[in-house]
Nanobody, 124 residues
Framework: QLQLVESGGGLVQPGGSLRLSCAAS????????IGWFRQAPGKEREGVSC????????IYADSVKGRFTISRDNAKNTVYLQMNSLKPEDTGIYYC?????????????????WGQGTQVTVSS
């Protein structure tokens, strides 16, 4: 059974940066597409970015294009989300998710495995 654990969240000022990590155990990640999602208080969980199993393709939500970068190190069984130029509206719980496929999109239903999330707060 694949298990995912997110880390790297925290409190950061607007304009700052954070790097989130999604570490996998139980299975190797190289056959899984990975997505990052976030959920702000009182809002639906939304897709932020996703990456193919090989790392060769990525998709970004319009709201984070040019600011966030997704990457993966299959040798370390870990996927990253580098977040720069953070804004207060980026605040929320960030989740990583996996699906046994080469590529998926930004819809929640596309993913079968989920982590517990890590809190990101952007505030001065």
């Amino acid at each position: 059974q694949l298990q995912l654990v997110e880390s790297g969240g925290g409190l950061v000022q607007p304009g700052g940066s954070l790097r989130l990590s999604c570490a996998a155990s139980g299975r190797t990640l190289d056959l899984y597409a990975i997505g990052w999602f976030r959920q702000a208080p009182g809002k639906e969980r939304e897709g932020v970015s996703c990456i193919s199993s090989s790392g060769g393709s990525a998709i970004y939500a319009d709201s984070v294009k040019g600011r966030f970068t997704i990457s993966r190190d299959n040798a370390k069984n870990t996927v990253y989300l580098q977040m720069n130029s953070l804004k207060p509206e980026d605040t929320g719980i960030y989740y990583c998710a996996a699906d046994y496929s080469s590529m998926r999109g930004l819809a929640r239903y596309e993913y079968d495995y989920w982590g517990q999330g890590t809190q990101v707060t952007v505030s001065s």
